[in-house]
């Protein structure tokens, strides 16, 4: 056998062939990047035999670890079995078994499960799902076509999905061929856009979307929202009876709430979706990244019943939802996420994770203190801490400084993989992270804050 590729030719070719997500190609070639060959547990290691900590949980998508035992003899017992077959036509029981499963653990009301690929398509189904129930459930009710969403939110990266999205960095390019949409400001405490403090404002910053809902319910299919934590924005929490008050507006105003839990399901938040904190069921939900514990791209739009019913009909009435994917409901992807929710029954991960959380707040505090920290943002397993140039006035690091990402290679030359966004450093660790390694993590962080040194 041909013996495998150096480090040094992998990283040739790499620069030659490859074009990376989210990256500067010009820079990447300059760069020796790492080149991950296998992981375990919390770990991840790469051609030349050296360990990093996981500290995104391979963005977001990681939950018991890297070869964990149980999902890789999932995959291949079903790879025993068979790889794909279609879902257009035919079905297939590891999917037939995990909606059922999906059903009996989502927020109680959600009844039926649409599978694609990943949290984008997730997103973009429902999108359609909720125009064409309005155009066949109530057609009486007008052409509903718009959605509402926050400012600074992310749903993904096709059409769709940046059109309900804001992160101008990402998507201002692409606005000539996005939908219009309305937009509010999120509830975001440390730059409040009403420059009014928490609890003492009563959660004011509910009263522009109640306005928008009021003026424009007519028009909107639907809210789309991250419950608890808006990720990609940069960390940014809601306050405790957000997300109840949002469900209570747009059944008032017969606006569907869709909830992308892409980033806050399976377990992330401490439960196993952010709607159970405040006891919401949306009328849709998006999940994607754990659904496989990250072994797979795969990805579920679950639905209520009263929107499944909305596309029943005689077939010549052409109310059928006219969506689907070349790997939609793939057997490997749907077995591991079968073996991913038998690990969290079998291990308790939830109820082993509560002590992890609250250790992980109190590692969090001291950073208050440190020289570049303004603000520390979390949600169960999911942090954010925000740097800034000035702690008193706020004032951001200029884009240019980079000073998230300074950070970030300080932290990999010390053993810790992050991935920040923007200012904000984030901290995603598996939820299998052991006390000893999530202290490891947050200890590298510290140091490499406090060796951070611009202008
Ligand atoms: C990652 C993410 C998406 C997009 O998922 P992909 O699998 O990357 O397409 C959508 N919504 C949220 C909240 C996400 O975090």
Request: charged share 20%.
């Given at each position: ?55 995104t ?6 939950l018991?670890?890297?070869?964990h ?40 009301g959600?009844?039926?499960v ?19 129930y ?11 076509n ?58 004011a910053?509910?009263d522009?979307?109640?306005q ?22 940069g ?8 997300l ?24 992330r938040?401490g ?18 990244k ?80 440190l ?16 740097l ?33 966004i ?16 999530l ?8 140091e ?6 611009i202008?």
């Amino acid at each position: 056998m041909a013996r495998p590729p150096s480090t040094r030719q992998l990283i040739n070719w790499d620069h030659r062939y490859l074009w990376h997500p989210f990256t500067q190609m010009q820079e990447w070639e300059q760069e020796n990047p790492l080149i991950i060959e296998r992981g375990k547990g919390a770990y991840l290691i790469d051609t030349e035999g050296k360990k990093y900590l996981d500290g995104t949980s391979s963005i977001w998508v990681n939950l018991h670890g890297h070869r964990h035992p149980v999902l890789d003899r999932a995959l291949k017992k079903q790879l025993g079995k068979i790889a794909h077959s279609t879902f257009l036509g035919l079905s297939n029981p590891p999917a037939i078994e995990l909606a059922r499963e999906l059903i009996r653990i989502a927020p109680k009301g959600l009844t039926r499960v649409f599978y694609s690929d990943n949290g984008s398509t997730a997103v973009e189904i429902a999108l359609k799902m909720a125009v064409q129930y309005w155009q066949q459930r109530h057609p009486e009710a007008g052409p509903k076509n718009t959605f509402l969403h926050l400012k600074l939110a992310y749903h993904g990266d096709t059409i769709g999905a940046v059109s309900v999205g804001n992160i101008e960095l990402f998507h201002s390019r692409f606005k000539p061929l996005l939908f219009p949409t309305l937009e509010a400001e999120p509830p975001h405490c440390y730059r409040c856009p009403l420059n009014l403090t928490y609890p003492a404002c009563k959660v004011a910053c509910i009263d522009p979307i109640k306005q928008i809902l009021k003026a424009r319910h007519r028009d909107l299919a639907g809210f789309i929202i991250e419950p608890m934590m808006q990720a990609a924005a940069g960390m940014i929490r809601q306050p405790a009876g957000y997300l109840k008050q949002i469900r209570d507006l747009c059944t008032q105003y017969d606006v569907l709430l869709i909830a992308d839990e892409v980033a806050t399901g399976f377990g992330r938040t401490g439960k196993m979706f952010a709607c159970e904190h405040e006891q919401v069921t949306p009328d849709l939900m998006a999940i994607s990244k754990g659904l496989t514990g990250g072994y797979m791209p795969l990805a579920a739009t679950l639905a209520t019943d009263e929107i499944y019913q909305g596309f029943l009909g005689r077939y010549d009435e052409f109310k059928t939802f006219f969506h689907g994917h070349s790997f939609t409901g793939n057997p490997l992807g749907c077995a591991l996420a079968l073996a991913n929710l038998d690990v969290f029954k079998n291990e308790k991960t939830l109820v082993r994770l509560q002590p992890k959380i609250k250790l992980l707040v109190r590692l969090l505090q001291p950073f208050q203190d440190l020289l570049h920290v303004g603000d520390i943002r979390q949600a169960g397993f999911m942090a954010g801490i925000e740097l800034v140039r000035n702690r008193m006035t706020k004032e951001p690091y200029p884009f240019r400084a980079k000073a998230g990402h300074r950070v970030a290679t300080i932290a990999r030359s010390k053993g810790l993989i992050l991935r920040p966004i923007g200012n904000v450093l984030v901290l995603m660790p598996p939820l299998s992270t052991t006390v000893d390694e999530l202290k490891k993590m947050v200890e590298i962080i510290k140091e490499s804050i406090e060796t951070l040194q611009i202008d």
